[in-house]
């Protein structure tokens, strides 16, 4: 029997907040199937292993943040100082949605060994969340120091969502916001 039909994005949605709590290794297929309303053999339906499901979830994660970031790194009609409130906004935003932190940055460590076929994904992320903040630099420095602080930047907000994770105090992201600030101007 055909289990009621359900949005790719409704399972994504759904499961995504469960690998961001519990990890990759410590969600089971049957917590997924709970988490969307279904029976673990009607769930098998969508996905018969929660490796492509990871890998689906990750990749929609990417799309979503590079389609919020990259229209505003590259909105000429706002000052870099306006498009950088816009993205730490949309950012932070972002990463609470559910429950707090970067799932690519919870799955990367865990997935380094046991999940070798996300690592290409999770590094694209990364390159494509500095591509997004490289126009906000490059506007006041050369190529190589505008780069520099766009890896920079994406480590200390990953830095920052780590440790708002453990800690529930928004310091070390207001921190970040402050220093990226005073860097472009």
């Given at each position: 029997m055909r289990p009621n039909k359900l949005s790719r994005s409704e399972i994504i949605s759904h499961c995504a907040k469960l690998f961001k709590q519990h990890g990759y290794a410590g969600t089971s297929m049957q917590m997924l199937a709970q988490s969307c309303g279904l029976?673990?053999?009607?769930?098998?339906?969508?996905?018969?292993?929660?490796?492509?499901?990871?890998?689906?979830?990750?990749?929609?994660?990417?799309?979503?943040?590079?389609?919020?970031?990259?229209?505003?790194?590259?909105?000429?009609n706002l000052s870099v100082a306006e498009r950088f409130a816009t993205m730490h906004?949309?950012?932070?935003?972002?990463?609470?949605?559910?429950?707090?932190?970067?799932l690519m940055a919870i799955i990367s460590i865990e997935s380094l060994h046991t999940l070798p076929e996300a690592k290409p994904l999770i590094r694209g992320f990364?390159?494509?969340?500095?591509?997004?903040?490289?126009?906000?630099?490059?506007?006041?420095?050369?190529?190589?120091?505008?780069?520099r602080l766009a890896k920079q930047s994406v480590?200390?907000?990953?830095?920052?969502?780590?440790?708002?994770?453990?800690?529930?105090?928004?310091?070390?992201?207001?921190?970040?916001?402050r220093r990226i600030r005073t860097v472009i101007g």
């Open positions: 029976t673990k053999g009607a769930f098998y339906y969508y996905y018969n292993n929660k490796e492509q499901l990871l890998m689906d979830i990750l990749q929609e994660i990417h799309q979503q943040l590079i389609g919020y970031l990259n229209p505003i790194a590259n909105d000429q906004s949309k950012a932070v935003q972002y990463f609470s949605i559910g429950e707090v932190g970067c990364f390159q494509d969340w500095e591509n997004a903040m490289y126009p906000l630099f490059a506007e006041k420095y050369d190529e190589a120091e505008a780069r480590a200390d907000y990953e830095g920052a969502i780590l440790m708002y994770r453990f800690t529930e105090d928004t310091f070390y992201i207001e921190q970040v916001e």
